[in-house]
């Protein structure tokens, strides 16, 4: 196990990283520093604690975003037409993308109540 001193928002931090796994990390440490950045840059969040939960939820939701993106794009392979080849095609439709896409929209105006003028996710 590996140790590598990162800075995130101006912050240094020492972290424990798996050999082989460095580049992974400083990827994911990009990520998170821009997204505190931005949030701290947009002038209205100013306590560090509070920028870096309103981070970690804008890059959970935009995890989860992107998995709804690619069930729907599964969805939608499975449902296109098949080619004709003398049997009929399996016509059931998933209807698990469209029920997490309302789940996320509930828990975006959820979290959204919950921070009130602190900032919108979105």
Do not use: W
């Amino acid at each position: 196990m590996k140790q590598i001193e990162v800075q995130i928002l101006q912050q240094s931090y020492l972290l424990a990283c798996p050999d082989g796994h460095e580049s992974r990390l400083l990827e994911a440490v990009e990520r998170v520093d821009t997204a505190m950045t931005r949030i701290r840059d947009a002038g209205k969040v100013r306590a560090r604690e509070r920028i870096a939960v309103l981070a970690a939820l804008n890059l959970a939701f935009e995890i989860a975003d992107r998995e709804v993106a690619d069930l729907s794009a599964a969805a939608q392979q499975r449902s296109a037409p098949a080619p004709v080849t003398g049997t009929d095609p399996d016509t059931a439709t998933p209807q698990a993308s469209t029920a997490q896409e309302q789940r996320l929209e509930q828990l975006l105006l959820r979290l959204d109540e919950a921070l009130g003028d602190d900032g919108r996710l979105l």
